[in-house]
């Protein structure tokens, strides 16, 4: 890498981590995948990278449940707002994986979804979304700063694969045992409505700059599951 990129690179994230933004380029937090048991699963990592006109973030897991193992990726490029231009996902459940593209066109506010399977089968569709639409994943990073400006979203549409309603309550600031020790977090509940499943879920913000994701809590018919940040 030349000196010049290594510059851009560094003014880059400078502009783009400012004091609006609590995480920094180069951010990597690592996460265990636990049964309700509390016995590992598997791991979780988050990335977040600037680059030269916004963000990169990315999430990979693998879990090795009784009887199916995991191995998903997401991918989500973002201006310097956090408006989304590009998602992407690999999912592979046991012998079933798919693959699927969200290519956000912001200035006329429309997303062009593109599926893919092992057989080549799939499709593609594009519809309208609101200004500054966000993935899931730009979603959560978003949600983040918000947090550490003093202030929930109110109820918006996010995007993972197909749209989802989103909307977020404080439930209580408590003490959390982690990996780090115990800390101050918040305990934000999630709703998402789709077209066709609804789900809640947990998670807790720690009360430090970064807004650092410390739990994450999914409830299942089986139980709840967990990720759980490792130092």
Not at 13 to 32: D, H, I, K, V
Not at 126 to 141: G, H, Q, S
Request: negative net charge; glycine residues 8%; proline residues 5%.
């Amino acid at each position: 890498m030349s000196f010049l990129r290594i510059l851009l690179v560094l003014v880059t994230a400078f502009a783009a981590s400012g004091e609006s933004l609590p995480f920094q380029n180069g951010e990597r937090l690592r996460y265990e995948v636990a049964w309700p048991s509390g016995l590992g699963l598997g791991e979780a990592e988050f990335l977040a990278q600037a680059g030269a006109n916004g963000w990169d973030f990315e999430l990979t897991l693998g879990a090795s449940l009784p009887t199916i193992e995991i191995s998903d990726s997401y991918r989500s490029a973002t201006d310097l707002e956090l408006c989304s231009q590009e998602f992407e996902k690999s999912s592979r459940h046991g012998k079933k994986s798919t693959k699927e593209t969200l290519v956000f066109d912001q200035e006329a506010n429309t997303v062009k979804r593109s599926t893919v399977t092992p057989a080549g089968l799939g499709g593609t569709s594009a519809v309208e979304v609101p200004p500054c639409a966000k993935d899931a994943l730009a979603f959560l990073y978003f949600l983040r700063q918000s947090l550490a400006i003093g202030r929930i979203p109110p109820p918006d549409d996010l995007y993972f694969g197909a749209g989802y309603l989103v909307s977020l309550t404080f439930v209580e600031t408590l003490n959390l045992s982690t990996a780090r020790g115990n800390q101050e977090a918040e305990k934000i509940l999630v709703d998402l409505s789709g077209p066709k499943s609804q789900h809640s879920f947990e998670i807790f913000f720690a009360k430090d700059a970064a807004r650092t994701p410390l739990l994450v809590r999914v409830p299942f018919d089986v139980g709840t599951f967990s990720l759980k940040l490792l130092e």
